[in-house]
């Protein structure tokens, strides 16, 4: 059985992991911009997924900051700063709220990416454009570039199931 004290100190690292990633995920996302040898430019605003997987980022980071003080505090003092069943209650249900968004950043930057990236492949294969070429080497940087930030975002979601889980069995011990 998980122990009150070990499982909130794992749930505040978790929440700064999550934090940690969401925010490494928004600088590869957002910096992910290419330009091409013609002087065309693709940038990740380009692509409305890529847009989507920066909101989840931002989403899945503002709640952790907002998470973090009522964290820290339940660790340190193993009661919460705020009394009461409402804190409880918000915290169950948004930590798998949040599990779920971010969940669903996490497929839709690796699918987009890799749908995308093999489209491309494909189309340069046929015309007969070789792996070295320029154009083909920027385009497959860009969608490498979202599929490191959608596996960043993974760890994310990763933290976030497990912060569920366990607030779901801290939950079910307190009744």
């Given at each position: 059985m998980v122990t009150r004290s070990a499982a909130s100190s794992v749930?505040?690292?978790l929440r700064i992991l999550t934090l940690a990633a969401s925010v490494a995920t928004v600088i590869v996302i957002a910096t992910n911009n290419v330009k091409f040898f013609d002087g065309s430019k693709l940038k990740f605003q380009d692509i409305h997924s890529?847009?989507?997987?920066?909101?989840v980022a931002v989403i899945a980071a503002v709640y952790c900051i907002v998470q973090l003080p009522f964290a820290i505090h339940y660790a340190v003092k193993q009661k919460r700063a705020i009394s009461g069943e409402l804190l409880k209650e918000f915290d169950f249900f948004a930590d798998k709220v949040i599990s779920v968004v971010v969940a669903t950043g996490v497929a839709v930057g690796f699918a987009v990416s890799i749908e995308f990236k093999d489209f491309f492949d494909d189309i340069f294969d046929a015309a007969g454009v070789p792996k070295k070429d320029?154009?083909?080497t920027t385009n497959d940087k860009f969608y490498n570039r979202a599929i490191i930030a959608s596996s960043v975002l993974?760890?994310?979601?990763?933290?976030?199931?497990?912060?569920?889980?366990?607030?779901?069995?801290l939950r079910s011990n307190a009744k």
């Amino acid at each position: 059985m998980v122990t009150r004290s070990a499982a909130s100190s794992v749930m505040l690292g978790l929440r700064i992991l999550t934090l940690a990633a969401s925010v490494a995920t928004v600088i590869v996302i957002a910096t992910n911009n290419v330009k091409f040898f013609d002087g065309s430019k693709l940038k990740f605003q380009d692509i409305h997924s890529f847009r989507y997987v920066l909101a989840v980022a931002v989403i899945a980071a503002v709640y952790c900051i907002v998470q973090l003080p009522f964290a820290i505090h339940y660790a340190v003092k193993q009661k919460r700063a705020i009394s009461g069943e409402l804190l409880k209650e918000f915290d169950f249900f948004a930590d798998k709220v949040i599990s779920v968004v971010v969940a669903t950043g996490v497929a839709v930057g690796f699918a987009v990416s890799i749908e995308f990236k093999d489209f491309f492949d494909d189309i340069f294969d046929a015309a007969g454009v070789p792996k070295k070429d320029p154009t083909r080497t920027t385009n497959d940087k860009f969608y490498n570039r979202a599929i490191i930030a959608s596996s960043v975002l993974s760890v994310a979601f990763v933290s976030m199931f497990v912060v569920s889980v366990l607030s779901s069995i801290l939950r079910s011990n307190a009744k």
